[in-house]
């Protein structure tokens, strides 16, 4: 992550405040973290997608993570703009690909689709993953993760293997578990003072 730096709000060149940016990371992967645990449950077959789980990947995942983006942004960090930015995209585009066709306003998306989109944000976590060598462990793990369940998940709406859409329900709890857990960690690390691995 960058470093921070005080940014000094002035007016006719009279200090007001000086301000130090928070770290809104914390806030993305928890929102990640979260959401794709419930989602993950429904690939493993706990319980089906339904109001709870639509209502998660919009107001927390989508939105969570669209807003972290924003402030990455002004915190002039590239990498978690676009890494949050992109994944706030996704639950976003996610929660639309189920509820365009229950509106009748566009066809459910067949395997090959399915398969495609899924394929592609495979491609892009493994491009974000070889960026994050140098970063943090953690989120090398996450990317990594991220990745294979991605393509573990297009290979399964590609077969209609619901085994392989078990294993990627599994795995994708524990990728949700992970990414809380660094969201977490980030946040005890800044207010208790520790050194949590990240």
Same mark, same amino acid.
């Given at each position: 992550?960058?470093?921070?730096?005080?940014?000094?709000?002035?007016?006719?060149?009279?200090?007001?405040?000086?301000?130090?940016?928070?770290?809104?990371?914390?806030?993305?992967?928890?929102?990640?973290?979260?959401?794709?645990?419930?989602?993950?449950?429904? +690939?493993?077959?706990?319980?089906?997608?339904?109001? $709870? @789980?639509?209502?998660?990947?919009?107001?927390?995942?989508?939105?969570?993570?669209?807003?972290?983006?924003?402030?990455?942004?002004?915190?002039?960090?590239?990498?978690?703009?676009? =890494?949050?930015?992109?994944?706030?995209?996704?639950?976003?585009?996610?929660?639309?690909?189920?509820?365009?066709?229950?509106?009748?306003?566009?066809?459910?998306?067949?395997?090959?689709?399915?398969? =495609?989109?899924?394929? $592609?944000?495979?491609?892009?976590?493994?491009? $974000?993953?070889?960026?994050?060598?140098?970063?943090?462990?953690?989120?090398?793990?996450?990317?990594?993760?991220?990745?294979?369940?991605?393509?573990?998940?297009?290979?399964?709406?590609?077969?209609?293997?619901?085994? @392989?859409?078990?294993?990627?329900? +599994?795995?994708?709890?524990?990728?949700?578990?992970?990414?809380? +857990?660094?969201?977490?960690?980030?946040?005890?690390?800044?207010?208790?003072? $520790?050194?949590?691995?990240?």
């Amino acid at each position: 992550m960058v470093e921070e730096k005080i940014a000094t709000i002035t007016i006719d060149g009279k200090k007001l405040l000086e301000h130090t940016p928070s770290n809104p990371a914390p806030l993305g992967l928890v929102a990640t973290g979260l959401t794709l645990v419930l989602l993950s449950c429904t +690939y493993t077959g706990f319980f089906p997608v339904n109001s $709870m @789980i639509l209502a998660m990947v919009l107001a927390f995942g989508g939105t969570g993570c669209l807003i972290v983006g924003v402030m990455e942004n002004s915190n002039g960090n590239t990498f978690g703009t676009l =890494a949050f930015g992109a994944f706030g995209g996704f639950w976003f585009s996610f929660a639309i690909l189920s509820i365009l066709p229950q509106l009748n306003l566009a066809s459910a998306a067949n395997p090959a689709s399915l398969t =495609a989109y899924l394929f $592609m944000w495979g491609i892009w976590s493994a491009v $974000m993953f070889i960026i994050t060598l140098k970063i943090s462990r953690g989120l090398q793990a996450i990317f990594l993760l991220i990745t294979l369940l991605f393509f573990i998940l297009g290979t399964g709406a590609l077969t209609g293997s619901s085994i @392989i859409n078990i294993i990627g329900g +599994y795995l994708g709890i524990i990728v949700g578990l992970l990414a809380m +857990y660094e969201g977490l960690a980030q946040v005890v690390n800044e207010i208790c003072e $520790m050194n949590l691995p990240t």
